[in-house]
């Protein structure tokens, strides 16, 4: 959860209101700087496209066509919490925020039952913010199946973790699910101006270099909230030491970390991903790693750490060890769900498989021929025996005709030509005697001579 938002007064949460937080200048920067409105939020286009269940939910004109619940699933620091208050705000609604972190099932009753009454009696609607979802257990979130069911509150609930698996089939089904994507540097960009030029920000108190700019948003990781949080730290830094300046040296003291000399546009980006890359290829499990540690603890975007891998699986190891490629997938995929700094595991797994992987680039050398060949003009009519036959008319054209079903054919292979004329007989995929493309290497050889009617020797 973001913040304290309720004190807890008896047995129901008691709600602050968002104007509240801004006009406190004690309350944290990222708090401060919450939009105020949708028209305030940077990023999120397509969760704030006209028609799309937020827009509903604000224009609320008519609560048969808004939707009961939303489910907004993303990264931390995508703006989950600020849309919630930006949905509450908006038109006269109670807003209510329970974490699933310190809520029980009593916790959420009272909310549903004060819901109840206040729309019986004075006719006002209910927002009911969850944070961290995916916490509750399955009683938690059968209890708030019937408020759902019976629209007693508007539920809104967060979550960063895939809700297919985190959230009951009852409630993901009564349920819209937004799903938020990271926010670009463009867009951290314009919430660092904010902050520092609005006067419920900063206020023009301090001053950001460039190269504090750039490490403040390196380090943050794509999280508008820890990017806020360590710039208010390092401003704080700042004035302390009697400037108005904030140089990356603060930025590094302020949040207690090092500011690593890695810019994500320039040359140590790419110096850094071919050391990365070279050191898989060349099994160096120990320098892969380090530079995996490197480019995490210079903010480098997850995901793109994840591509480099999942190519490396097929570019340097490929069917030398063909289980590379699913163990670099699943790490792709489990960096989606966790986020960082869990992601760092999976990752960090299948840097080692590859690195200690036996290599073989035969596939990637034969796409690459075979590419050739076709932007060469080479590859001439399909032919006719493995054209398509089902539709009408097209045996008279002679498409399937001499066609031999493969699996009649002793071993399932079948004595034809399937390449086109100009190609008959060419070799794209040239297996090494590597890992498991050692054996695969033998039945190629033996594929090859059936294909072309010889007797295997």
């Known amino acids: 959860m973001d913040d304290d938002l309720f004190s807890r007064g008896g047995d129901a949460p008691t709600p602050r209101t968002l104007s509240e937080d801004n006009r406190d200048h004690r309350a944290p920067l990222a708090v401060r700087m919450r939009p105020r ?35 907004l699933w993303g990264p931390p620091g995508t703006g989950k919490t600020t849309l919630a208050y930006a949905v ?68 809104i609930a967060a979550t960063t973790e895939n809700p297919h698996f985190s959230v009951i089939s009852p409630l993901l089904s009564r349920s819209i699910l937004v799903t938020l994507e990271p926010l670009s540097r463009e867009d951290l960009g314009t919430l660092v101006d904010r902050a520092l030029t609005e006067e419920r920000g900063l206020g023009g108190a301090v001053q950001l270099e460039d190269d504090a700019r750039e490490a403040l948003l390196r380090l943050g990781g794509g999280d508008a909230r820890r990017i806020l949080t360590s710039l ?31 810019d994500r546009d320039g040359d ?12 898989m290829r060349g099994s160096d499990v120990d320098a892969s790693l380090h530079y995996l540690a490197r480019m995490i ?39 989606q769900q966790l986020g960082m700094p869990e992601g760092r595991i999976p990752l960090a ?11 073989s680039n035969a596939s990637y050398l034969a796409i690459n021929a075979a590419i050739a060949d076709v932007k060469a003009g080479r590859g001439g009519p399909v032919p006719p025996a493995l054209r398509d036959s089902h539709y009408s008319g097209a045996k008279g054209l002679g498409h399937g005709e001499g066609y031999q079903y493969a699996h009649d054919a002793p071993h399932a292979v079948a004595a034809q030509q399937y390449a086109p004329d100009d190609l008959k007989g060419v070799t794209y995929y040239h297996p090494t005697s590597h ?23």
């Open 268 to 279: 140590q980006h790419y110096d850094v991903t071919s050391a990365f890359i070279k050191s």
């Open 88 to 155: 509450a705000t908006s038109g006269d609604r109670e807003f209510v925020e329970l974490s699933a972190v310190l809520a029980g099932v009593k916790d959420v009753r009272d909310v549903v039952d004060a819901a109840r009454r206040r729309l019986r009696t004075t006719g006002r609607e209910t927002v009911l913010f969850v944070d961290e979802v995916h916490r509750f257990s399955k009683s938690q979130q059968d209890a708030l199946l019937p408020s759902v069911e019976n629209r007693w509150v508007t539920l």
């Open 349 to 359: 797994q299948a840097v080692v498989h590859i690195a200690t992987a036996p290599k």
């Open 37 to 71: 409105s949708l028209e305030e939020v940077v990023g999120q286009s397509a969760a704030l496209a006209p028609g799309s269940p937020l827009r509903r939910l604000v224009a609320a004109d008519d609560s048969r066509t808004a939707p009961a619940s939303v489910i």
């Open 435 to 457: 890992g498991a493309e050692g054996p695969l290497a033998r039945r190629v050889e033996v594929l090859r001579r059936l294909l072309r009617g010889d007797r295997p020797t």
């Open 232 to 262: 208010e730290a390092a401003a704080a830094a700042a004035l302390q030491k009697g400037t108005d300046r904030i140089d990356a040296d603060t930025v590094a003291q302020a949040v207690n970390r090092a500011a690593l000399r890695y």
């Open 297 to 335: 603890e210079a903010g480098e975007d997850p995901r793109f750490i994840a591509r480099r891998v999942v190519i490396a699986a097929s570019e340097e190891v490929g069917m030398a060890d063909p289980s590379a490629l699913q163990v670099a997938v699943a790490a792709a995929q489990a960096v």
